[in-house]
């Protein structure tokens, strides 16, 4: 098979290492990748958004089947695009059509999708920007913390969760007032449910579905989860709280409702689902559904999906991924995420990064790598995660900690708390 790869993150790196083990790869190309695919695969320069120029090289290079990263092409629709083109409409996208997408695209989609599936999620409802008055209204009637969030995508920072009522309807008016831009034209305010939060992740055709590893991430900058949201410091799985009788409800409660649930409503999905849930006193919730892998997430599920990722993505091709095996590793895997000093606010790119040799049972992802001048340099908030193996996750986190250390670049941070809450 011959792969075009797009995104240029941690998961791609993870992503382009699964593949490159696989003995039916003919060809990888990562477009644009990172200084890791650049090891494994051919990197690219090809603009995500530009969709021509994607088809264009996917039929110059004879591509069998792309694979898309991130969430943003294929909310915009470039599986879509490659249905529209008949040169294009026989190459799979794993990634699914803008429809699909939309269950990450739009927060009040998802909600509505979950509403009609009868799919176990927090109440909520949703207000456009000329039903500012009645928002207001609704919320003066919610309790405490409030959850408000922008319908479409604002990279991470379009929930806001506030005590305060006044604070709560200030913000509540700056978003409806186009804060996000479109993406809070319609705000979605939802009932705050406590619990502990996990990732829990599919592959599926719209009909049939596989279950990878389950994962943790841990979202804030600071230890004990505290300070911005990033994009994820780190990750465990398996997750220990995540046993057979819990995943037996996430399975028959979420994830049964919600294939069955787009293959009624008749949309075209392939790829994966990021069930992005919390679990209130033993029940699983969905708090967000996500149209692709987690980052840093992929960096420890990947690790631990011993088949060939290519045979599933043969069964997506061919209509057969009910017949395809999922093997998963027994062993835990944690991940470490080094991040420029200053992110998730100013930071600097362009820093020489220095890898000594690791552990055998670590792996190197590249999260934010670029080559400049035949040196490996930092090009992202987030550039290296450390994934390593352990019997059990004590042991996995204290091989990566040992690992991170042969890892430098000027200004490097880390958190040195990930997975503490549930050793
Ligand atoms: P989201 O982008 O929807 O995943 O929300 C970002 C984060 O906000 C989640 O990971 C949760 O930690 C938190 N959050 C979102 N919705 C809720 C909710 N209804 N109750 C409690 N926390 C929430
Ligand atoms: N780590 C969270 C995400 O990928 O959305």
Known sequence: MKILLLGSGGREHALAWKISQSSQLEKLYVAPGNAGTAELAENISLD???????????????????????????????????????????????????????????????????????????????????????????????????VLKA????????????????????????????????????????EFLTGIELSVFIITDGKNYKILP?????????????????GGMGAISPVPFANREFMDKVENQIIIPTVKGLKKD????????????????GDPYVIEYNCRLGDPETEVVLPRLKSDIL??????????LSERDVEIDL???????????GYPEKYEKGKEI???????????????????????????GRVIAITSYGKNLETALKTSYKNVEKVTFDGAYYRKDIGKDVL
Do not use: C, W
Not at 72 to 92: C, E, K, M, R, W
Not at 158 to 180: C, H, P, Y
């Open 48 to 146: 995500l958004n530009d969709f021509k120029a994607v088809g264009d090289f996917t039929i110059q290079q004879d591509i069998d089947l792309v694979v898309v990263g991130p969430e943003q092409p294929l909310v915009d629709g470039i599986h879509d695009y490659f249905q529209s083109q008949p040169t294009l409409s026989n190459v799979t996208v794993i990634g699914p059509t803008k429809e699909g997408a939309q269950i990450e695209g739009s927060k009040d989609f998802a909600k509505s999708f979950m509403k009609r599936h009868r799919i176990p999620t927090a109440k909520s409802a949703s207000f456009r920007t000329d039903q500012l008055v009645d928002a207001l209204t609704f919320l003066e009637n919610q309790k405490a913390p409030y």
């Open 151 to 190: 319908d479409g995508l604002a990279a991470g920072k379009g929930v806001i969760i506030e005590s305060d009522l006044a604070k709560a309807k200030k913000a509540l008016t700056n978003m409806l007032n186009g804060q996000f831009g479109e993406a809070s034209g319609t705000v979605v305010i939802e």
């Open 214 to 230: 389950e994962a943790k991430d841990y979202k804030r900058i600071g230890e004990q989860d505290t300070g911005l949201n990033t």
């Open 266 to 281: 008749g949309i075209i999905y392939s790829g994966f689902i990021f069930f992005g849930l919390i679990a209130v006193k």
């Open 311 to 320: 045979e599933l993505f043969d069964g997506i091709a061919t209509d057969t």
């Open 331 to 341: 062993r835990t895997a944690s991940t470490v995420m080094m991040v420029a000093g």
């Open 354 to 380: 220095s890898i000594e040799n690791t552990d055998e049972k670590t792996t190197v992802f590249h999260a934010g790598t670029i080559i400049k001048n035949n040196k490996v340099v930092s090009n992202g």
